[in-house]
Each structure stands twice: as structure tokens, then as C-alpha cells.
């Protein structure tokens, strides 16, 4: 199915909806699962993101996204100043993480009260976006839906116990990935749902024996 | 409805006695379950930012690169001394297309239509034709369902990112949009919509992807000049009755054809074409030295 609104949009700072458009959601969706404002950030380019992201302003819409801003903030192009008043300090490289989708970037960002996030996502096409990696495990979920990123320690438990909350508040799931580092490490949920997830719903989340952390990306409003 | 034929959506039309543009509307109120007036909203919001781009344009402001900026100016201002070779309106079209593509190389806010590379080729033929004849904004906006429409045929069919299938997958099918929203503004029939997309794309078939540098703005802001004007000469030629040989899904699917058989020098990797010349490398080079990044 194709959304009309993806052939006439969106509406966007130029010049380009992956380098440009794409960069600030993922700026954006870094911002959000850090949970907290940024204060700091390392921002590492991999392929076309590093070599022809400073001509496409890649480099100002990643700031742009992590300061909260949307594709459409005519604020981009002057981002750097915009983190100077707020408060964010950021340093850019180029890597190369080998064999993945060419407009590629990992985000480690610390937040003013500490959080600490480490996000590799990428650009799809069309200002479309893909997290691949989230804190050291591999994800994949695109922020096209409202998404719940749950850290649990991988347990039998925690994930009834969620599902069961979430339908209580008649909150339907769309998709659903479980993703570990190893037996009985680190795990994430990555639900994504129709409905909006309210803060008090995050709230009892938050509360349920294995979670550690709760994030929330709320899907762009249309 | 599956926006995936203009064959199919044609019996639609024909059983409904409904135009494309409606058609396209109400899938939208289908697909995202969405009413007639929030739809209708987002498209006049899509409309709006269209006439703010080209309003706000001064021609002050240069790309990072100080390839793009400035030309859309120079070209409103020959268009008012009034001495062109094509007339007025289509100094305007060319004006209007260099502006908004100018607005994209240098990080002004634009409507991708359907790509930020495309962006200038359906205001360059829309507000001109708005301003002459004073179109009131909800016929504008019907003008851009047609439109949106026709880009989900060709998306589904063929391609509509020059990285899979040159410029003629971008500008081409901007081309084409724009050329079904003429038409459709002039009130033609569903079957002249189709003659006007289809020859609009017929003649760009081919055409390469090839930015210098890989950066949005040489050649992509003087291909919307080229998209605009054919889409003027393909609307004409459909609205006096002239008729493409082949059908337009069929010049669609030739597009996609001719999309995935291009080299991929020539789909945006800014290997070959404009990109390849000595020129167009040296500014790759210089570029490189500024930003201090290693190809």
C-alpha cells in the first residue's frame, strides 16, 4: 500500500530526504529513546552519510533531530547554533562498519541526567529510517508505528506480564521483536503498537519485575 | 482502491462516473481511515508549503557547496523585463523551477514531489497557472490528488528515486504528475490525463542520474526546468487530442525497464555523466578538501 502523501511530502528542509530528512528522524528517535534532553554527543558517519554528508547538511539535521526537531524545523541549517544555546556539545567522525545500508550512523549520546544511549540506525529513502542497534543489541524497527522499547533482563516473565498490561488498556499490538544479547543477559521488547501508549500505561510498565527501562517513540502526528 | 494501474483506475472512473482525482482522494480516506476534510486538510497543508517556498525565495542564499543559488532570481528578474524568446508564462515556469530546486539545494523548507531532487517541477507549472487564471485553492488541490495518484502508479509499477532508476524515474515522473495535474486543472478527461503522462514520461525515457559530487543541485535544479516545460508540451498535446502510440502503463512499465537497465554509474552514485567529467570531479575533489572526508 502506497501513502499518497508519501508521493506529494512530506514537507521538508532540503536538499535531500535521506541525507537530510531521514538524518534529523534519526536525531530525533536517538533524542526520544535517550529519554532525556542530550547534552553530549558522538556522532560516527559510515559510507555515503560520511562522504557526502556534509554537502547534503546530514551533519546539521542529526544535531537538528537530536535538539527535538522535525524535517520540517526550518531551524536545520542553523542547528549548530540552536545546540550552542542549549547546551549540547557534539564531535562527528567517519567510520566504517562494514557491510551495512550505505547511510548509516551510530549515535552515542549522554543525557543531562546521565542516560547513556548508543543507537546505529539508517536512512532508507524517502526520509523513511531503520534502528539496527540498540545499546550493543541487534533491532530493527522503523518509528513508523508507536514504539515501546522495553530493557529487560532476559527471563521468563517480564514479556506476559507487558502484553497483559498493554491489552488491559486496550492497547493493540502491531508487531512485536524480542531481542537479546545472550541467555540470560540483556534483552529488548520492541513492541510496536496502534495506539498511542499514555505516560501512566509506561508508568506500570516501568514497574514490572525484569524491566529495567522503558522508552517510548510516539509516531509523527499527520 | 490499489492505486496500481491508470488502466484500472480508469473502469473505476468509468462505473463511478467519478474523476481521478476523487478516485485518489477516497483511497487515501480508505487506506489511512481518515475523513474527506482531514485528507483534504494535509493536501491543502502540502499545497500551502508550495506557495510559502516560493514565496519566501529571495535568491540570497548559496548551497554549502556554492554550486546552487541565485539563478532563480536572475531568471524572475528577466522574466520581468518582458524581452523572453518563450513569452511570459514560461519564463515564469523556468523562474519558478530553478527557485524551488535552488530552495532545496540550500536547506530552504520544500515539498518532495515525489523526490526533494523533484520538488521544483509541479509548483514550476502549478503556481504560475494558479496566479494567470486565478484557480481557487480547492481545485489546486484536486489537481494535486491527480498527481499524487499518477506518482503511486508509477512508484508501484516502475520507480520513482533516481537511485533505482535514474532522472527519469525523478524528474520524469514529476514530469508526469505535473502533466496529469495540468490537464486535470483544465478539465480534460480521464483518458487525456493518461496521453499527457504517458507522453510526458515518453520523453524523458532514458535520462540519467548523475549529480556532481552526489549533492542535490548540478544537474537536478535545471532538470526541473526541463520537467516543467515538458510537462506543458505534454499536457497541450493531450488536451488537443494528440495520443500516445503506447498506453501509458505501458510507457510506465518501459520506464522501470529502462530504469533497472541503466548502469548504476548513471543511478545516483555520481560515478558517470555530468558527475564523470573532469569538471564535475574536480568539484568533488575541492569539495572533499573543505570537508576534510576521505572518499
Known sequence: MIDIFDMLGPIMVGPSSSHTAGAVRIGHMARTLLGERPVKARLCLHGSFASTGPGHGTNRALVAGLLGMHPDDMRIPSSFDVAKEEGLSYTFETVDLGDVHPNTVVVIAEGAEGAHLEMQACSTGGGRILVTRLNGIAVSFTGDYNTLVIHNQDAAGPISQVTTLLSRQKINIANMNLCREARGGSAIMVIETDEAVPPVTRLFLGEVEGVTHVTYYEKEVE | ?295
Not at chain 2, 168 to 195: K, P
Open chain 2, 1 to 295: 482502491m490499489e492505486l496500481r494501474s491508470m488502466e484500472a483506475i480508469r473502469r473505476v472512473s468509468e462505473e463511478t462516473g467519478k474523476a481521478l482525482w476523487e478516485i485518489v482522494l477516497e483511497t487515501d480516506m480508505d487506506d489511512r481511515m481518515v475523513s474527506r476534510e482531514s485528507s483534504m486538510e494535509k493536501m491543502r497543508q502540502i499545497w500551502r508549503a508550495m506557495v510559502d517556498a516560493s514565496e519566501i525565495y529571495t535568491g540570497s542564499r548559496r548551497s554549502s557547496s556554492g554550486m546552487a543559488g541565485g539563478d532563480g532570481l536572475k531568471m524572475r528578474q528577466y522574466a520581468e523585463a518582458g524581452d523572453t524568446i518563450g513569452g511570459s508564462f514560461t519564463a515564469e515556469v523556468i523562474a519558478e523551477a530553478l527557485a524551488m530546486g535552488e530552495s532545496n539545494a540550500c536547506m530552504r523548507r520544500i515539498v518532495a514531489a515525489p523526490t526533494a531532487g523533484s520538488c521544483g517541477t509541479m509548483p514550476a507549472v502549478l503556481l504560475p497557472l494558479c496566479r494567470r487564471e486565478q484557480i481557487p485553492e480547492d481545485k489546486m488541490l484536486e489537481a494535486l490528488y491527480a498527481a499524487a495518484g499518477i506518482a503511486a502508479v508509477i512508484a508501484s509499477r516502475a520507480c520513482i528515486s533516481g537511485a533505482a532508476g535514474g532522472c527519469q524515474a525523478e524528474v520524469g515522473s514529476a514530469s508526469a504528475m505535473a502533466a496529469g495535474a495540468l490537464v486535470t486543472l483544465r478539465g480534460g478527461s480521464f483518458d487525456q490525463i493518461c496521453q499527457a503522462v504517458a507522453m510526458a514520461l515518453k520523453m524523458v525515457l532514458g535520462l540519467a542520474c548523475d549529480p556532481v559530487a552526489g549533492l542535490v543541485e548540478v544537474p537536478c535544479i535545471k532538470r526541473n526546468v526541463m520537467g516543467a516545460m515538458n510537462a506543458i508540451a505534454a499536457a497541450d498535446m493531450a488536451l488537443a487530442g494528440i495520443r500516445s502510440q503506447i498506453p501509458v502503463d505501458e510507457v510506465i512499465d518501459a520506464m522501470g525497464e529502462v530504469g533497472r537497465r541503466l548502469p548504476v554509474e548513471l543511478r545516483e552514485t555520481a560515478l558517470g555523466g555530468l558527475a564523470a567529467t573532469p569538471t564535475g570531479k574536480a568539484v568533488k575533489k575541492r569539495l572533499r578538501q573543505i570537508t576534510g572526508v576521505k572518499s
